[in-house]
Nanobody, 120 residues
Framework: QVQLVESGGGLVQAGGSLRLSCAASGGVFSTYFMGWFRQAPGKEREFVAAISWSGGSTYYADSVKGRFTISRDNAKNTVYLQMNSLKAEDTAVYYC?????????????WGQGTQVTVSS
């Protein structure tokens, strides 16, 4: 069973950048399809981005395409989310997720989340 710990959240002005990290332990990281989700106050959790086991394929929500980049370093057991050109509507708790099979919806393992606040 894999454990996930996110970091890198914080307060940033609109137009700024942040990089989130998610460190995995307790499993073979390269065997997990990884994803990022977010949940804003009063809204349902939504898919942000996902990356395949080797990093060769990436997937994005339309709302972040061209601004966010997901990547992974299997040697460091870490997945990243580089967020550029941040907008107030990107404010949310961001969650890292892992799953053995390819998916952008159903993940078996979740981190505790990290808060991202974008001030306008």
């Amino acid at each position: 069973q894999v454990q996930l710990v996110e970091s890198g959240g914080g307060l940033v002005q609109a137009g700024g950048s942040l990089r989130l990290s998610c460190a995995a332990s307790g499993g073979v990281f390269s065997t997990y399809f990884m994803g990022w989700f977010r949940q804003a106050p009063g809204k349902e959790r939504e898919f942000v981005a996902a990356i395949s086991w080797s990093g060769g394929s990436t997937y994005y929500a339309d709302s972040v395409k061209g601004r966010f980049t997901i990547s992974r370093d299997n040697a460091k057991n870490t997945v990243y989310l580089q967020m550029n050109s941040l907008k107030a509507e990107d404010t949310a708790v961001y969650y890292c997720a892992a799953n053995s099979a390819a998916t952008t919806r159903t993940f078996d393992y979740w981190g505790q989340g990290t808060q991202v606040t974008v001030s306008s």
